[in-house]
């Protein structure tokens, strides 16, 4: 049964016709405000009707088109009827393609039917867009271990193409740095989190190292943006491993994103408080963030465990020169 057709009866008062906005933006307005109230059916409806006294213009705007569809989807998604949530998904990202709303719409609702592995290529491409969408991470976390489980290791060999967005599209939704540090930090708390939470399951050790191992490959490649990846997959399935921690934040520091290094580093150490590459990782973090007092600190922590260590007393010499 199609989502239009639960549409409640609207009851006009006596002698009145019922009156819906017969313009686009006013249908559009209409269906927004039904959806904030929770009238799925009746928002569903709107936007039906929004699209198509567009269509009936001629040639429509294809932003405007793909809004609607897009929006049409969101109410097919809050009704459980991901068929249709799809199909509507589908129409908005032809017309307008990448868009962020749509693909996690379509990755919702491929998720619900337990169609993992096309769950995860929107994923994915999310994450190509706009590398810092928590839903998009946390479902691609949520794909891996689906796929895993379903599978077997080999799973990433047995996927659709992920399809490349261009430059352009991923310009299109960059937030300010300020926003994407703030998103990414929120990832981070989210993932060590959820870990924490979670039961281990047989084998998850074994998945972690293997994972592990496919970001240190990636880091000797120096593609350290898909090794972050891999490493969070890795701590997802086991957050014990001093060294996942340190890796990562090596890759975090090729990236320029210093706090982010300096949170994983000090994970490293909770689990090792001898891990001297997570010592000096840190320091170097804390330095290009101009936080000389910690970074000359944590060279000093290292130096005791290791004093003849030469990147560390090269370090130590640099950071006095600011302290001073």
Not at 83 to 106: E, H
Not at 154 to 159: D, F, N, S
Not at 208 to 230: I, P
Request: glycine share 4%; proline share 5%; with cysteine.
């Amino acid at each position: 049964t199609s989502v239009e057709s639960c549409a409640p009866t609207r009851r006009p008062g006596p002698g009145m016709a019922p009156k819906f906005p017969e313009s686009v933006q006013a249908l559009r307005a209409a269906g927004n405000e039904s959806f904030r109230n929770g009238q799925y059916a009746e928002a569903s409806a709107l936007y039906g009707r929004a699209l198509r006294t567009l269509q009936a213009r001629g040639p429509s705007d294809p932003e405007e088109e793909s809004v609607l569809y897009s929006n049409r989807a969101a109410c097919h998604l809050k009704d459980g009827n991901c068929r249709d949530c799809i199909k509507d998904c589908t129409s908005a990202l032809a017309l307008v393609p990448f868009g962020i709303k749509p693909l996690l719409r379509r990755a919702s609702a491929y998720e619900a039917l337990e169609k993992y592995h096309l769950a995860y290529v929107d994923y994915k491409t999310v994450m190509q867009i706009d590398d810092n969408v928590t839903s998009a991470l946390e479902g691609i976390n949520r794909m891996t271990r689906a796929l895993m489980d379903s599978l077997g290791p080999e799973w990433r060999q047995k996927l659709p193409s992920i399809p490349l967005v261009p430059l352009s599209a991923q310009k299109r939704w960059n937030s300010s740095p300020f926003q994407k540090h703030k998103e990414t930090a929120k990832n981070i708390s989210k993932e060590t989190t959820t870990t924490k939470n979670r039961v281990p399951f047989a084998g998850d050790a074994e998945r972690a190292r293997v994972l592990k191992e496919e970001g240190n490959e990636l880091v000797k490649k120096g593609n350290h943006k898909k090794a972050v990846e891999k490493y969070s997959e890795s701590l997802l399935f086991s957050n014990r491993e001093s060294a996942t921690y340190s890796n990562r934040a090596l890759c975090y520091l090729a990236l320029k994103q210093y706090k982010e290094a300096v949170k994983d580093c000090t994970e490293a150490l909770k689990l090792d408080g001898r891990n001297v590459k997570a010592f000096y990782r840190r320091a170097q973090a804390y330095k290009a963030l101009k936080d000389y007092k910690s970074s000359f600190a944590d060279i000093s922590s290292l130096l005791q465990i290791e004093p003849r260590n030469g990147p560390a007393q090269k370090l130590r010499q640099e950071v006095k020169q600011n302290l001073n």
